[in-house]
């Protein structure tokens, strides 16, 4: 079969490598190489920073009606290849096919709407002074930016990230993870479709030390918008600290979700499970540590492990199934890894603890069985690293102090979710969790206008709505006073 060979998309225009250097791209659920992915160097950074600073006063300029009409055309253009889309995703990243089409591929066509929209209504500040003044703030978009998204969450990020900084007025060097390429690959082909200006936005691929890191520290780059790992994230802190760039970092998590004894028993059970492992567990918001009420904890755990049991594993482009494969063989050993490291910790496996086998054409791939692991201290290394994968422990608590303590002692400062009827409760410990997302009575319950991000070692910057509005301009204070 012959292997599909993507391009970067610089200045409108479809472009091999100009060194032509590429990556093999595997699938995951066969762990076959089916396509070849442009390992992007300094010629081609360089070739798209000039398409995009030539585009900026052109994009800039253009009437928001205008620029929310291009966008609007792309996500019309996501709505009409939604099936293509989704296939694509699942094939590249693993993930059930019917999770990238009602999850993944709608929430891409949303994110460039949301945006499109929003920058019609979008106004800045102003504030009145007694002393007759008036500040207005004059919100400009920086120039060139970098969008810098990763893996698991494809075309979904990708999007969350280009259709602010495009709304804005910003042109855009953006970088898909070179490990999932294939929906930036078909979308740089919706964009020439759409009509979208030349050099507005470039898709380089390539791995981070080729493309992403010198993409960083380009002098033209005002602003990093990056998806990805803490440690990552810190590198590239590290290497523009100099250069004064605007950064927006969403890190990663060890999220815990904390379950009371006065919960919605049977759809707490459901939607924990969903927390855990949606996604093969390979989103930042996966609940990973799992507290709960010790008199109700063993009939708990007991039905969490039936229901994860119950999991359909299986080939991604299936539709019926509900767990796919992890997205590499490094992150497949990665996730049994710490498997072993929680056995060595004293940990017991409920469920799973394993690699899978499938039959025929998925014999191959990067299967791991969904994973309880009971009888671990919070200290402990399985509960304190992000594994990233399907893989939760479960820990007793006896009262609402202790599962608090518990939930904040962690490095990360994501995302937390709580289940309890008790609304008084849920206030209050969602004032004291050290996290920048609480979801009380659900998970991944999202709405575009929210702050998203988090504290700590998960990240700085807040995305979403006006804050992502926001990020992608300069602002400018302007005071006058006047006399009578
Ligand atoms: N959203 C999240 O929280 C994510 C967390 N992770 C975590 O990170 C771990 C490592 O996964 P990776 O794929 O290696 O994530 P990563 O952080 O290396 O990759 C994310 C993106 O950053 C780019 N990149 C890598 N190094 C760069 C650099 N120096 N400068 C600029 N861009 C760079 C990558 O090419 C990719 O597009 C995972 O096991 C997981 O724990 C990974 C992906 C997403
Ligand atoms: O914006 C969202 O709804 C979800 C974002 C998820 C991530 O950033 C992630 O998993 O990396």
Redesign the pocket.
């Known amino acids: 079969m012959s292997l599909i060979v993507i391009h970067n998309y610089i200045n409108g225009e479809l472009l091999p490598p100009a060194d032509g250097e590429y990556l093999d791209t595997y699938e995951p659920a066969t762990g076959q190489v089916y396509a070849r992915t442009p390992e992007s160097g300094a010629a081609d950074l360089q070739t798209a920073i000039d398409a995009a600073q030539a585009a900026f006063p052109g994009w800039a300029q253009m009437p928001g009606e205008h620029k929310s009409q291009c966008l609007i055309r792309l996500a019309d253009l996501i709505e009409a290849n939604h099936d293509q889309l989704a296939e694509a995703e699942a094939r590249d990243n693993g993930k059930p096919v019917t999770l990238a089409r009602n999850v993944d591929i709608y929430r891409a066509a949303a994110n460039i709407r949301f945006f499109a929209q929003g920058l019609t209504q979008f106004s800045s500040e102003s504030h009145g002074m007694e002393n007759r003044a008036i500040n207005f703030t004059l919100r400009d978009p920086l120039g060139v930016v970098a969008c ?5 969450l494809p075309l979904y990020l990708f999007t969350w990230k280009i259709a602010p900084a495009l709304a804005m007025g910003n042109t855009v060097i953006a ?5 999932t390429p294939m929906t930036a690959w078909l979308f740089s082909r919706l964009c020439i479709e759409a009509g979208l200006p030349a050099g507005v936005l470039n898709i380089l691929h390539g ?3 080729a493309i ?2 010198p ?2 520290t380009h002098p033209a780059i005002k602003a990093i918008s ?4 803490s ?2 994230g810190t ?2 802190k590290q ?1 523009t600290a100099h250069q004064h760039k605007k950064l927006s970092l ?4 060890k999220n815990p979700t904390l379950v009371f004894a006065d919960c919605d028993f049977d759809r707490t059970v459901e939607q924990v499970a969903r927390s855990a492992f949606a996604n093969q567990g390979q989103i ?1 918001l996966c609940g990973s540590r799992i507290y709960i009420e010790r008199s109700i904890y063993d009939r708990f755990v007991d039905a969490l492990t039936e229901q994860v049991k119950q999991l359909k594993i299986g080939d991604p482009l299936d539709p019926q199934t509900q767990f796919g494969a992890l997205v590499s063989e490094d ?1 497949m050993r ?1 996730v049994l890894g710490y498997i072993d490291l929680a056995r060595q910790e004293g940990g017991t496996v409920l469920t799973g603890g394993k690699q899978i086998r499938l039959e025929g054409r998925c014999a191959d791939g990067y299967f791991v069985a969904p994973t309880i692991i009971a009888g671990l201290s919070n200290q402990c290394r399985t509960n304190q690293e ?1 594994i ?1 994968g399907p893989v939760c422990t479960v820990q007793a608590f006896d009262n609402d102090d202790e599962a608090l303590l518990m939930a904040n002692d962690s490095d990360y400062g994501l995302a937390c979710s709580l289940w309890s009827r008790d609304i008084n409760r849920c206030h209050r410990l969602a004032q004291q969790i050290n996290t920048g997302i609480v979801w009380i009575n659900c998970w991944l319950l999202r709405d575009l206008r929210t702050p998203f991000g988090g504290m700590k070692a998960s990240g700085s910057g807040r995305e979403g709505g006006l804050e992502a509005m926001r990020f992608f301009t300069e602002a400018k204070n302007v005071c006058i006073q006047y006399n009578d």
């Not at 810098?148 to 698991?152: R, T």
């Open positions: 810098i998204s990763p893996w698991n970088k898909p993870s070179e490990i791995s981070g030390p992403g890191g993409l960083t990056f998806t990805g790992g440690a990552t590198l590239i290497a969403e890190l990663g998590g930042c992150h990665k992000e990233f």
